[in-house]
């Protein structure tokens, strides 16, 4: 295993490439020691980052059971688990590891079925690397296990990027070949442009896991000035 830096700003669990790490560090002005841990070896970037910015081999789940960092992300990590346990032992680790807060972003699923029955799909839930497919009833549930387990007192499921019709790039009909990108009208076929969606679709998932209870309305804050966060799904406070 890789050798981790003592002190720890913030660590990015299954950074891949890196860019997710670099995005979080200039996002969140970050000037301390920003680490990005990947499992595969041949997915980390050679060299580094910036000049806080490091990356190392490592499994999340092989972590120490201790405080490592103030913060934890894990961009596009969860749906690439095989099952909820797994997503709640890695979400169970992050909370070990942090000291204030985990934050995940990731694609919203909310909207299969709706979408199903209007003859529509999102590209993304017909991809084979995205298996655990997690609506936010999963994520409230595997976080209020967290609460009661003590080990977050605080936590918000948001969403952004709002889908008002079929003319989004990120809508396929369902004839759509499986493993496909944002749809291009020159490479794909069958989709029927411009049908508004009368139920409120997003394209990214956000949940905020607070260690202490005070953090979360200025986490939250700063995510919907960051992220466009517009639609606030649950909080355990008014937002």
Known sequence: MSLLPKRIEAIDIGCGDGRSTVAIASR???????VGIDKFAGRLPIGEGGANITFAAYDAMDLPNKKLAQIATLLNVLPGLPNAGQVQSMLRKACIVTRDFV?????????SA????????????????NRFQGTSSDYFRIARSLMEEGLIEDFALMESD????????????LQS????????EAIHRYKEPSISFSEPIYK???IVLCRKAAQLTPIVKRL????????????????
Do not use: C, M, N
């Not at 969140?28 to 920003?34: D, K, P, S, Y």
């Not at 934050?103 to 909207?111: G, I, K, L, R, T």
């Not at 889908?163 to 790039?169: E, L």
């Not at 070949?177 to 291009?184: K, N, R, T, V």
């Open 28 to 34: 969140l002005g970050l000037a301390g020691e920003v």
């Open 103 to 111: 934050y995940v972003a990731q694609p919203q699923f909310d909207s």
């Open 114 to 129: 709706y979408l199903i029955r209007r003859g529509f799909k999102t590209y993304y839930s017909d991809q084979s690397a």
């Open 162 to 173: 709002r889908i008002r019709d079929s003319s989004d790039p990120v809508i396929h009909a």
């Open 177 to 184: 070949s499986a493993e496909s990108g944002p749809y291009d």
């Open 204 to 206: 990214r998932f956000h």
């Open 224 to 239: 919907r000035a960051s992220e466009r966060v517009d639609s606030v799904i649950f909080s355990t406070i008014p937002l």
